[in-house]
């Protein structure tokens, strides 16, 4: 139990264009889903925080208008990383917790590579 | 708020030595902890978690930690490791009653040596 999947696992773009990175919780409802992004050899760090139905918190720093966030069902949350750029490219993870659970189950992550 | 101290960045072992991976954590209120292995290019794989109750948590492939309040740590053991062992391993800190919002330490890597 306690699946999340992500897709795609990888995706190369060209700069300027938008990318959509999908993150389902498959054998449970995620009330709760985050959004980390991860450099090479760093820890993990958290870009925003979406429950279903509502906006998405985002952590100081990270560009609301530029990650855009939504969460419209309990298995789905998607990541859109609008006009990319090199910079952006990176790895992708999301979470899901379910409602009143404290843990999070992590998708397989996402690699991001603007050129 | 929260933070959490990994005090290794690297630990070499032999395969079939037993291995302590440290973290300790900082927080003004009740905490919930979790380590996490990542694998190479992969999410993250929940080994263990300490919610409540008993201070000695045993996960997955053989892990166990320990929960100490007054030391504020949680670190991480293996009585004999494999080769397979060989990754990045997370600790995570949360507050009770907070948003849910995983803190991370700055990651581990475990190398296993034949």
């Known amino acids: 139990g306690a699946v999340v999947s992500q897709h795609p696992s990888w995706v190369i773009c060209k700069s300027g264009t938008s990318v959509k990175i999908e993150c389902r919780s498959l054998?449970?409802?995620?009330?709760?889903m985050f959004w980390y992004r991860q450099f090479p050899k760093q820890s993990l760090m958290l870009m925003a925080t979406s429950n279903e139905g509502s906006k998405a918190t985002y952590e100081q720093g990270v560009e609301k208008d530029k990650f855009l966030i939504n969460h419209a069902s309990l298995t789905l949350s998607t990541l859109t990383v609008t006009s990319a750029h090199p910079e952006d490219s990176s790895f992708y993870i999301c979470s899901a917790r379910a409602s009143g659970r404290e843990t999070q189950y992590f998708g397989p992550g996402t690699r991001l590579l603007v050129l | 708020a929260q933070s959490v101290t990994q005090l290794d960045s690297q630990v070499p072992v032999f395969e079939e030595a037993p291995v302590e991976l440290r973290c300790n954590y900082s927080?003004?209120?009740?905490?919930?902890l979790f380590w996490y292995v990542q694998y190479p290019n992969q999410g993250l794989q929940l080994l263990l978690k300490?919610?409540?109750?008993?201070?000695l948590v045993k996960g997955i492939n053989g892990f166990e930690a320990e929960f100490n309040k007054s030391q504020t740590s949680f670190h991480l053991r293996k009585p004999s490791v494999h080769i397979s062992d060989t990754a990045e391993y997370f600790c995570a800190v949360s507050g009770s009653g907070n948003t849910g919002k995983l803190i991370f330490g700055q990651g581990t890597t475990l190398q296993v040596k034949p």
């Open positions: 054998d449970f409802q995620a009330t709760t």
């Open positions: 300490y919610l409540s109750g008993s201070t």
């Open positions: 927080s003004s209120v009740s905490v919930y």
